[in-house]
């Protein structure tokens, strides 16, 4: 998986409680993102990163907020878990930004229930 | 409204026998087209892609094809094997950071 580790790989919380996400990189990509992918939904942007402490929201940005304090560490945050945002969460890489050709590189996932 | 719509849905062949799994798209403007391999429980790796002025483009025993005038896209698979059960993602990109990902077609190979 190209040098990306999310952790944890499976959680289970319940609705209301705060959740963060980690994505690890050792590639030294300057583009990090994090995606969720459901049943009959493609992939659907969340957050990315184009540098340290720079962000950007995507599609489905509403109830998460994201960190870059490293380059190699994305951290993705539920502030207050809900149902719907029980989903499976990938993390991407890319050199310099999807969309123009450049290749991401997909983490493992974390499967992520909240009841 | 920008799509990318993938055919069929899933898909059940033999080990050995070939198979295409179409793509099409109302995204505009167009810029890549790629496919994606997701083996079950993985994370999406990219297999091919596609620029405008592209119409094929090969990964071994995958064989994309674009069509942009008419806006589709395939992905053929040749002389399969089990290990090429996954869902496969086509994704079109417009610019900077601009994805459209397709729902994916699920293949299953059976001995």
């Known amino acids: 998986d190209a040098g990306i580790t999310q952790s944890p790989r499976h959680k289970v919380t319940e609705t209301g409680t705060p959740v963060t996400l980690r994505c690890h990189q050792t590639?030294?990509?300057?583009?990090m993102y994090w995606y969720r992918q459901d049943p009959g939904h493609g992939l659907r942007l969340i957050h990315y990163?184009?540098?340290?402490?720079?962000?950007d929201k995507g599609e489905v940005s509403d109830g998460y907020s994201v960190s870059r304090s490293k380059t190699e560490d994305f951290l993705l945050t539920l502030e207050s878990a809900t149902s719907s945002q029980t989903s499976v969460y990938f993390c991407?890489?890319?050199?310099f930004g999807a969309g123009r050709g450049d290749t991401q590189y997909f983490g493992p996932g974390t499967r992520l229930t909240v009841l | 409204k920008n799509q990318v719509e993938q055919s069929p849905q899933s898909l059940i062949i033999l080990e050995g026998k070939n198979c295409t799994l179409q793509c099409n798209y109302t995204v505009s403007p167009f810029s890549n087209l790629r496919w994606y391999k997701q083996d079950t429980g993985r994370g999406p790796v990219s297999l091919t892609i596609m620029t405008f002025s592209e119409n094929t483009k090969s990964n071994g025993r995958y064989t994309a094809t674009l069509d942009a005038d008419t806006k589709q896209s395939s992905l053929h698979i040749t002389a399969s094997q089990l290990s090429d059960s996954a869902s496969y993602i086509c994704?079109?990109?417009?610019?900077?950071?601009?994805?459209?990902f397709g729902t994916g077609t699920r293949l299953t190979v059976i001995p």
């Open positions: 590639e030294n990509h300057r583009y």
């Open positions: 994704v079109v990109e417009t610019g900077a950071n601009n994805l459209f």
């Open positions: 990163s184009y540098g340290v402490k720079d962000t």
């Open positions: 991407a890489i890319s050199s």
